[in-house]
């Protein structure tokens, strides 16, 4: 389950990993996320004080949220094998767009989850397309720098957004709903910046007699299907970050510290997204993949033992280094072990099932969050714990070919 890489490192005045599409998608994640990161950190607390919903409805609507973006991953990965990459990745980021707004104007909580389904199909439709052209003509011991760093704009979008989001909040009077609309600008700015990207496949794929044959399932190789297995396992016990913060804000955060921490997290995934990335293009990914689960099992256990406001600033910047060691570590690690054809397929199989994986935990967590949400936190961080310590000797016992 490794592939030490073994590939010369690029010289010269740009790196040969960095190429122009990787640029530009650097640029739309960066946009779109600080477009939604904006919200996202007062979204539980709109849905819970404002609209009144129960915290059992926060986890089910960013469960259900997840499970329609997890069907439409698997889905636009197969077309993005078969069919022009731009256009799917333009409607993935318009939907995303088109949700914002309907979180603008929602007043009761089920038009958020509609909101919601509908910016989740959006990342659903996009996100297998765009993983297969960050990876377009990289070689496979590069592509930690590549996820790496689109990782770190994403999320640095996620740092700019709440603090946005922070100094409009203080200047607008605590109102909530103005920060919606103003989600909306840099959103659509993304679906805009778009247009740059460059598919080398774009005009070749119109007719049957030229378009690449379906990849059927059962030929992706064993080496894959071991990763998906346990990865998959794992984000059944990861549930959505939205629950995190309704437990920051049930122990005494108000509004503004809850958005101040989120940001702080994002900042320390930001700053480590690159250099993870790039780590796990020298040593084994499920060693840096573990890292993250330790950092994750930090988060989970700190967040369910602590009982001072104060100390959601210590424990989330913490858990900011699970999602650095995970997020673009795990795609690289997938992207290494299909050929590129089957790039699409592979990256969208694996980005549903662990996205439906987040649906069941955002249920359960949900429906066992009780009054203060200590017991599913605690669960998921002793798993977790216990994750950080098998996969290791798992890829050791079982090492996988590209």
Same mark, same amino acid.
């Given at each position: 389950?490794?592939?030490? +890489?073994?590939?010369?490192?690029?010289?010269?005045?740009?790196?040969?990993?960095? #190429?122009?599409?990787?640029?530009?998608?650097?640029?739309? +994640?960066?946009?779109? *996320?600080?477009?939604?990161?904006?919200?996202?950190?007062?979204?539980?607390?709109?849905?819970?004080?404002?609209?009144?919903?129960?915290?059992?409805?926060?986890?089910?609507?960013?469960?259900?949220?997840?499970?329609? %973006?997890?069907?439409?991953?698997?889905?636009?990965?197969?077309?993005?094998?078969?069919? *022009?990459?731009?256009?799917?990745?333009?409607?993935?980021?318009?939907?995303?767009?088109?949700?914002?707004?309907?979180? @603008?104007?929602?007043?009761?909580?089920?038009?958020? &989850? &509609?909101?919601?389904?509908?910016?989740? !199909?959006?990342?659903?439709?996009?996100?297998?397309? $765009?993983?297969?052209?960050?990876?377009?003509?990289?070689?496979?011991?590069? $592509?930690?720098?590549?996820?790496?760093?689109? $990782?770190?704009?994403?999320?640095?979008?996620?740092?700019?957004?709440?603090?946005?989001?922070?100094?409009?909040?203080?200047?607008?009077?605590?109102?909530?709903?103005?920060?919606?609309?103003?989600?909306?600008?840099?959103?659509?700015? +993304?679906?805009?910046?778009?247009?740059?990207?460059?598919?080398?496949?774009?005009?070749? #794929?119109?007719?049957? +007699?030229?378009?690449?044959?379906?990849?059927?399932?059962?030929?992706?190789?064993?080496?894959?299907? $071991?990763?998906?297995?346990?990865? &998959? %396992?794992?984000?059944?016990?990861?549930?959505? *970050?939205?629950?995190?913060?309704?437990?920051?804000? *049930?122990?005494?955060?108000?509004?503004?510290?809850?958005?101040?921490?989120?940001?702080?997290?994002?900042?320390?995934?930001?700053?480590?997204?690159?250099?993870?990335?790039?780590?796990?293009?020298?040593?084994?990914?499920?060693?840096?993949?573990? @890292?993250?689960?330790?950092?994750?099992?930090?988060?989970?256990?700190?967040?369910?033992?602590?009982?001072?406001?104060?100390?959601?600033?210590?424990?989330?910047?913490?858990?900011?280094?699970?999602?650095?060691?995970?997020?673009?570590?795990?795609?690289?690690?997938?992207?290494?072990?299909?050929?590129?054809?089957?790039?699409?397929?592979?990256?969208?199989?694996?980005?549903? @099932?662990?996205?439906?994986?987040?649906? &069941?935990?955002?249920?359960?967590?949900?429906?066992?969050?009780? %009054?203060?949400?200590? !017991?599913?936190?605690?669960?998921?961080?002793?798993? @977790?714990?216990?994750?950080?310590?098998?996969?290791?000797?798992?890829?050791?016992?079982?090492?996988?070919?590209?």
């Amino acid at each position: 389950m490794t592939e030490p +890489s073994s590939a010369p490192q690029p010289t010269g005045p740009r790196p040969a990993w960095l #190429t122009r599409n990787v640029k530009v998608l650097c640029g739309v +994640s960066f946009l779109q *996320d600080a477009a939604s990161e904006l919200l996202y950190p007062i979204l539980p607390i709109f849905l819970t004080v404002v609209l009144g919903a129960p915290p059992a409805v926060v986890g089910a609507i960013e469960g259900l949220a997840e499970g329609a %973006a997890s069907i439409t991953k698997v889905a636009a990965g197969r077309l993005a094998d078969r069919f *022009d990459r731009r256009p799917l990745i333009g409607v993935g980021y318009g939907l995303a767009a088109v949700g914002k707004l309907l979180i @603008a104007l929602a007043t009761v909580w089920p038009l958020v &989850l &509609l909101a919601r389904v509908t910016d989740r !199909l959006g990342k659903g439709m996009r996100g297998a397309p $765009r993983d297969a052209l960050l990876v377009e003509g990289v070689p496979k011991g590069q $592509r930690g720098r590549v996820f790496g760093l689109h $990782r770190a704009a994403d999320t640095a979008g996620a740092v700019v957004g709440p603090l946005v989001g922070l100094v409009l909040y203080e200047a607008l009077d605590h109102r909530l709903r103005p920060l919606f609309w103003v989600a909306v600008i840099p959103a659509v700015a +993304s679906v805009a910046l778009v247009a740059a990207v460059r598919d080398p496949r774009a005009g070749t #794929t119109g007719s049957s +007699s030229t378009r690449p044959a379906r990849t059927p399932w059962r030929s992706l190789p064993r080496p894959y299907w $071991r990763v998906l297995g346990v990865l &998959l %396992a794992f984000n059944l016990v990861n549930f959505p *970050d939205a629950l995190l913060l309704l437990r920051a804000h *049930d122990l005494g955060l108000s509004t503004a510290g809850v958005v101040g921490a989120y940001a702080v997290y994002n900042l320390v995934y930001a700053a480590l997204s690159y250099p993870a990335g790039a780590l796990s293009d020298r040593l084994p990914r499920p060693l840096v993949f573990a @890292a993250g689960l330790l950092f994750f099992a930090i988060g989970y256990l700190g967040l369910g033992l602590i009982h001072s406001p104060w100390a959601v600033f210590v424990v989330l910047p913490l858990y900011g280094g699970f999602a650095a060691c995970t997020d673009g570590v795990g795609k690289a690690w997938i992207s290494t072990l299909v050929p590129d054809r089957q790039q699409g397929t592979a990256q969208g199989l694996f980005q549903g @099932a662990t996205g439906a994986a987040v649906l &069941l935990a955002g249920v359960w967590a949900g429906l066992a969050w009780g %009054a203060d949400g200590h !017991l599913p936190l605690l669960v998921s961080g002793g798993i @977790a714990l216990v994750l950080a310590g098998v996969l290791p000797v798992v890829a050791r016992a079982r090492t996988a070919a590209p």
